[in-house]
């Protein structure tokens, strides 16, 4: 019923501003599209004009067309006005604005910043490299090729992808990431919507760049929509060992229609499925059963049976299933009672840990990567934050002396070093990175690191 409304909802609000032909209607609740849309209009003007409190015109069609996307029980429909329509903008295109505060005259025009796709890449031991992709915005394709070829000019054997917290973003962007590590031909992922224009299947145009680079992928919770079809398409064709936690299970597609200047709307317009079939898509709370058509039934998929190119079980319907679970080595009592400690001042306690950094940095200590932080480095943390105004009861402070090494030692190593330095001294505290470091240090060929995971 709200749908009907809704509908009703937006033909009034588009004829209302485009023409009169309302006018030439009566107003009907069992009448045809046509007269209920003048029934919504004719109510409105009522409001406006007799209601109890002054409404506004304006007010009243925003809060309609709102109105409108919620019934449609779609979790991902988004009426994108304003900000939200700038921060979605600045998520799929990779800019952010910029205010460059640096001139006498005070700030400048707003400008545009590229924030690179590829947040982090090292070269780790054993010629393993390490590739963070944060998010699968525009050109995240060629930024990943670059680094790949970067890496395997320094000597890189195989590669982990690290798409642990990314939220995703362009689905075409997605399929051009696989399609780097894919033979010509494979299909990487296929989309089915209500029109054609929302169906298409998307296959490697290229051959692999790598075809012999041994691949993991860690991912978590936190891995979603593009980035869990780059894990997907992966894993379907045996390209790559994926590790980690399963992932969030966002199988569906979202089209944005530019309606004017900063408004959009953020629709549902398709489901995806894997090389394999299979769909990834985690039945969510709030779907109803007027959404159900468009989304894969969870028990229903569960009872299909999908299996990768060399014939391996596949499970569906939940996110994407790690060949190798393992989770992140968790908080202990006494370190999550320093945070407490911290509490909102967090960001003034990363403001301290990068200060001292710097002044480290600056008398050229310590002087190599491989540094240990001492009791003393600690201790100075500790001064520091006092005279911040962030007082840690001794006791605490002391009981969280590990985590405070670790959190010391990746400050100084990013300024002292390079953000290379840093991503090398966290893959030693990563239980996740460490297990796929170990397969593929054992991994000859691009196959081998997924059969090393059966093994396991």
Not at 21 to 35: C, N, P, T
Not at 148 to 173: A, F, H, K, N, W
Not at 290 to 300: F, K, M, N, Y
Request: hydrophobic content about 40%.
């Amino acid at each position: 019923m709200k749908k009907r409304v809704g509908a009703m909802a937006l033909v009034a609000i588009l004829s209302f501003l485009t023409g009169g032909w309302l006018l030439r209607r009566e107003a009907s609740a069992e009448g045809d599209l046509y007269q209920r849309a003048r029934l919504f209009e004719d109510v409105l003007s009522t409001i406006q004009k007799h209601y109890v409190d002054s409404t506004s015109a304006p007010e009243l069609y925003r809060e309609a067309t709102e109105q409108l996307v919620t019934s449609l029980h779609d979790p991902y429909a988004e009426l994108l006005t304003g900000d939200s329509y700038r921060q979605y903008r600045e998520q799929v295109t990779g800019t952010r604005r910029s205010v460059s505060t640096g001139s006498l005259l005070g700030p400048t025009e707003p400008g545009e910043v590229r924030v690179p796709a590829v947040s982090a890449a090292a070269l780790l031991p054993h010629g393993v490299g390490y590739l963070a992709l944060h998010a699968i915005s525009q050109d995240a394709a060629d930024e990943v090729a670059r680094t790949v070829s970067t890496l395997r000019s320094q000597g890189m054997r195989s590669l982990v992808i690290d798409l642990r917290y990314d939220p995703g973003g362009l689905i075409s962007e997605g399929a051009a990431v696989a399609d780097l590590f894919l033979d010509r031909g494979d299909t990487i992922a296929v989309t089915r919507g209500r029109t054609p224009e929302h169906s298409k299947s998307y296959i490697d145009r290229e051959a692999q760049r790598w075809p012999d680079l041994p691949v993991a992928v860690l991912v978590n919770r936190g891995t979603a929509s593009a980035a869990e079809l780059i894990t997907t398409a992966l894993q379907d064709h045996d390209r790559a060992a994926i590790i980690g936690m399963p992932t969030y299970g966002k199988g569906v597609v979202q089209t944005t229609f530019k309606l004017g200047d900063d408004v959009a709307l953020k629709l549902t317009t398709a489901r995806w499925y894997g090389p394999s079939g299979r769909s990834i898509q985690r039945p969510l709370p709030a779907m109803t059963a007027e959404w159900a058509p468009l989304i894969v039934q969870g028990d229903s998929l569960r009872a299909l049976r999908f299996r990768s190119s060399a014939g391996r079980p596949l499970a569906s319907a939940q996110g994407v299933v790690p060949d190798i679970s393992i989770k992140q080595t968790a908080l202990t009592d006494r370190e999550r009672d320093f945070l407490s400690a911290i509490g909102n001042d967090m960001a003034l306690y990363h403001e301290v840990l990068t200060g001292y950094a710097k002044l480290l940095k600056a008398s050229h200590r310590p002087a190599a990567e491989g540094f240990t932080v001492t009791p003393e480095m600690r201790d100075e943390v500790r001064a520091r934050l006092a005279r911040g105004g962030i007082r840690v009861p001794d006791d605490v402070f002391d009981g969280a002396s590990d985590y405070l090494d670790q959190e010391i030692g990746y400050a100084v190593a990013r300024e002292a070093f390079g953000v290379a330095a840093e991503t090398r001294r966290r893959a030693r505290d990563d239980r996740q990175l460490a297990t796929a470091e170990a397969i593929l240090v054992r991994a000859h060929g691009a196959g081998a690191a997924v059969a090393l995971t059966a093994a396991r």
